[in-house]
């Protein structure tokens, strides 16, 4: 499972970014799609994620800022995040719970991650 995320970049306090990231590779079947972010000095943490169903989760400091979607074919996630502040600077990265015909077993696979910087 190959994972390209895109959609990062430099923002100002207040403004927008979309994350996208599109699942490829041999797959059977994606259940779950999410986003993750590693700041600095800091662990890796959850943001939030959508199931095939469309059931959406999200930390509670992001919520009403930012929303996940799903394209039709449920191969790509989005993130669109409002109202950044400095604190949102991370890298960010997708999370994909996918089956492969290699294994028919959920399997976790991470994108390269992709820098959202916030400017105050």
């Known amino acids: 499972v190959q994972l390209q995320a895109s959609g990062g970049g430099l923002a100002q306090a207040g403004g927008s970014l979309r994350l996208s990231c599109a699942a490829s590779?041999?797959?059977?079947?994606?259940?779950?799609m999410g986003w993750y972010r590693q700041a600095p000095g800091k662990q890796r943490e959850f943001v939030a994620r959508?199931?095939?169903?469309?059931?959406?989760d999200s930390a509670d400091s992001e919520k009403g800022r930012f929303t996940i979607s799903r394209d039709n074919t449920g191969r790509t996630v989005y993130l669109q995040m409002s109202s950044l502040k400095p604190e949102d600077t991370a890298v960010y990265y997708c999370?994909?719970?996918?089956?492969?015909?290699?294994?028919?077993?959920?399997?976790?696979?991470w994108g390269q991650g992709t820098q959202v910087t916030v400017a105050s």
């Open positions: 999370n994909v719970e996918a089956i492969t015909p290699m294994t028919f077993r959920v399997q976790h696979y």
């Open positions: 959508i199931s095939s169903g469309g059931n959406t």
């Open positions: 590779g041999s797959i059977v079947s994606i259940d779950y």
